[in-house]
């Protein structure tokens, strides 16, 4: 047992979630069972109600705000997570997984994606660049998402054009839904293909467990 860094009480160790074995969305949330255990990715402290994914290392100005009264009256962890590191590129991170949240309950997230993308730091990768034109999608703020597809659709790599090329229909049709991955990358397939990520390196080689063969 850690202790917590605001109050020292004691606390839970960060959460590890199991592997992923299916594929995940297009925004990168991943696949089952990671997905399902989303609850407990944001620990709360039971003494200050300090909200973090490691409660024994909080960043040092969150005193202040966990006693605000918007923190103390919102029930979300993952938005309480995300008042304390507004400013950060965490913050982006943890409102959309508030906004997955709100997806699980069978809520409209098209808010928390909006305040998201409105903070997601500019991409500086493709990885960065397509998770956020699904957030824009999703939100349905299609101008703004297809504004961003020309430089991804002339990306070198031949995984990033098609994740782009399927985006921009899907922003055609002026869709919000939720989309996997692998419905990106066909043939369609459960688990994230193999054969997808040959020849591709970095980000998706890793997530295709691909790499140079």
């Known amino acids: 047992m850690s202790a917590c860094a605001l109050c020292s009480s004691p606390a839970p160790p960060p959460f590890r979630a199991p592997a992923a074995e ?18 407990r990715w944001i620990l709360q402290c039971r003494n200050c109600g300090a909200c973090a994914p490691n ?15 918007p923190y103390r009256a919102e029930r979300s962890r993952f938005r309480r997570w995300a008042m304390l590191v507004a400013g950060t590129p ?26 998201a993308a409105a903070v997601w730091p500019e991409p500086q990768d493709a990885e960065q660049g397509l998770r956020l034109v699904d957030v824009l999608r999703r ?10 597809l020309p430089a991804l659709a002339g990306a070198a790599d031949d995984t990033t054009r098609r994740i782009a090329a399927f985006q921009q229909a899907r922003i055609a049709a002026r869709d919000t839904g939720r989309h996997l991955m692998s419905s990106a990358l066909r043939p369609p397939a459960t688990k994230p293909h193999v054969a997808h990520g ?3 390196v970095g980000f998706w ?3 295709f467990g691909g790499g140079v063969r």
């Open 22 to 39: 299916t594929a995940p969305d297009l925004d990168l949330r991943p696949g089952e069972p990671t997905r399902s255990s989303l609850p």
């Open 198 to 200: 040959r020849g591709d």
């Open 205 to 207: 080689g890793r997530l």
């Open 139 to 148: 939100a349905g703020a299609f101008e703004a998402a297809a504004a961003r």
């Open 55 to 69: 409660l024994s290392a909080l960043p040092g100005h969150v005193a202040a705000v966990t006693q605000t009264p």
């Open 90 to 115: 965490a913050e982006a991170e943890a409102l959309l997984q508030a906004a997955w949240e709100l997806d699980d309950r069978g809520e409209d997230a098209a808010s928390l994606r909006r305040q």
